[in-house]
């Protein structure tokens, strides 16, 4: 079965830098296309960044210029590093392939 486990989240001020790290086993790794979501308090989950099995990528507006989304087919891993965070990027933030979700991991930014 697929599992996709997060890391990295916590707390931060605005301006800092994260890194979060998502680990997948149960899928064909280098084949799947890989996402990060984010869903704030009281909003919808949102597409935040997206990586095809090829190393396209794509961003939310929201997001474009701040953070990059990479992978290592290597190590089964798909990264989101958050720079120039800001209060508003705070949320859970999950990894998504297919139609699969991992548990998510907080992300909070002080002002």
């Known amino acids: 079965q697929v599992q996709l486990v997060e890391s990295g989240g916590g707390s931060v001020q605005a301006g800092g830098s994260l890194r979060l790290s998502c680990a997948a086993s149960?899928?064909?790794?280098?084949?799947?296309?890989m996402a990060w979501y984010r869903q704030a308090p009281g909003k919808q989950r949102e597409l935040a960044a997206v990586?095809?099995?090829?190393?396209?990528?794509n961003y939310a507006d929201s997001v474009k210029g701040r953070f990059t989304i990479s992978r290592d087919n290597a190590k089964n891993t798909v990264y989101l590093l958050m720079n120039s965070l800001k209060p508003e990027d705070t949320a859970v933030y999950y990894c998504?392939?297919?139609?699969?979700w991992g548990q998510g991991t907080q992300v909070t930014v002080s002002s």
């Open positions: 998504k392939t297919g139609i699969s």
């Open positions: 990586i095809t099995s090829g190393g396209g990528t």
């Open positions: 149960g899928i064909i790794f280098r084949l799947s296309s």
